[in-house]
Nanobody, 126 residues
């Protein structure tokens, strides 16, 4: 059974850091692309970052480039999102999702992802 579980969210002050985890079961990371998305209240779901564990290619939204880093530990079947220099506008529910690697060129489109986690809340506030 395919399952994706996010963790690591919380409350952090502006300028702080968090590491989100995306633990997958029922499939291996070698054969999928894993994307991180976020959705703030009243806003559309936004693609944040994506990784193809098979070749290590990574992708980032312009709004997080230089601040967020995506990585994977295939031995643990887990993808991480390292978030630094957090801003209040990063506040959102963060979701992890899996997609076929053939669709990497359109990784920002949430519609191409087949499996989703339940999300983890990130709040950046003083």
């Amino acid at each position: 059974q395919v399952q994706i579980v996010e963790s690591g969210g919380g409350l952090v002050q502006p300028g702080g850091s968090l590491r989100l985890s995306c633990a997958a079961s029922g499939f291996t990371l070698d054969y999928v692309a894993i994307g991180w998305f976020r959705q703030a209240p009243g806003k559309e779901r936004e693609g944040v970052s994506c990784i193809s564990s098979s070749d290590g290619s990574t992708y980032y939204a312009d709004s997080v480039k230089g601040r967020f880093t995506i990585s994977s530990d295939n031995a643990k079947n887990t993808v991480y999102l390292h978030m630094n220099s957090l801003k209040p506008e990063d506040t959102a529910v963060y979701y992890c999702a899996a997609a076929p690697p053939s669709l990497l060129s359109i990784w920002v489109l949430w519609e191409v992802y087949d499996y989703w986690g339940q999300g983890t809340q990130v709040t950046v506030s003083s």
